[in-house]
T-cell receptor, first 112, second 112 residues
Framework: AQSVTQPDIHITVSEGASLELRCNYSYGATPYLFWYVQSPGQGLQLLLKYFSGDTLVQGIKGFEAEFKRSQSSFNLRKPSVHWSDAAEYFCAVDSTLGRLYFGRGTQLTVWP | KAGVTQTPRYLIKTRGQQVTLSCSPISGHRSVSWYQQTPGQGLQFLFEYFSETQRNKGNFPGRFSGRQFSNSRSEMNVSTLELGDSALYLC???????????FGPGTRLTVL
């Protein structure tokens, strides 16, 4: 069965520091992978996606993610975090027929 | 192009009542998926519609139902509301299966 694990429930970083959010997935075939971000009381905004090809994908707001099949991982990174990046981040894997499986999310706090 | 819209944004109901939530997808998108988000269970898939047909359904009781109209707009209905139905209900649209899902802002349902 498909599943997504985000091992870090809460991460705190200082503004300007680098960031890596971890995501591991379980999926039988070649996965379609996504990272979404959610601000309080809002919907989910797509940061980036991986379908195939280059395993390093670039997204919006300076985020990137690397797909590593051997480790079943799709970690999200940003070289320098801004205070406005504080939000909750969700990793997701696409199943069939319009169903996304989400991780439990990682809450990011940014210290000034 | 306008994004996914959901109405109403906020809703307060009492136990035993029923509620209908509406979702208008991005123009040209024919697939609509619904998710429930709660602090305890995270993001859970409810169902997906494509061309007025429900193609996929999550593990929710029959009190949760939905439909899609010929213009791709979708509604979900929850009958006999329970306190545990209090959640953020998110709708997402995509062009077709396996494509990127774009989310609306959600409807915050509170059951008293």
């Amino acid at each position: 069965a498909q599943s997504v694990t985000q091992p870090d429930i809460h991460i705190t970083v200082s503004e300007g520091a680098s960031l890596e959010l971890r995501c591991n997935y379980s999926y039988g075939a070649t996965p379609y992978l996504f990272w979404y971000v959610q601000s309080p009381g809002q919907g989910l905004q797509l940061l980036l996606k991986y379908f195939s090809g280059d395993t390093l994908v670039q997204g919006i707001k300076g985020f990137e993610a690397e797909f590593k099949r051997s480790q079943s991982s799709f970690n999200l990174r940003k070289p320098s975090v801004h205070w406005s990046d504080a939000a909750e981040y969700f990793c997701a894997v696409d199943s069939t027929l319009g169903r996304l499986y989400f991780g439990r999310g990682t809450q990011l706090t940014v210290w000034p | 192009k306008a994004g996914v819209t959901q109405t109403p944004r906020y809703l307060i109901k009492t136990r035993g009542q029923q509620v209908t939530l509406s979702c208008s997808p991005i123009s040209g998108h024919r697939s609509v998926s619904w998710y429930q988000q709660t602090p305890g269970q995270g993001l859970q898939f409810l169902f997906e519609y494509f061309s007025e047909t429900q193609r996929n359904k999550g593990n929710f009781p029959g009190r949760f139902s939905g439909r899609q109209f010929s213009n791709s707009r979708s509604e979900m209905n929850v009958s006999t509301l329970e306190l545990g139905d209090s959640a953020l209900y998110l709708c997402a649209s995509s062009t077709l299966e396996g494509d990127t899902q774009y989310f609306g802002p959600g409807t915050r349902l509170t059951v008293l």
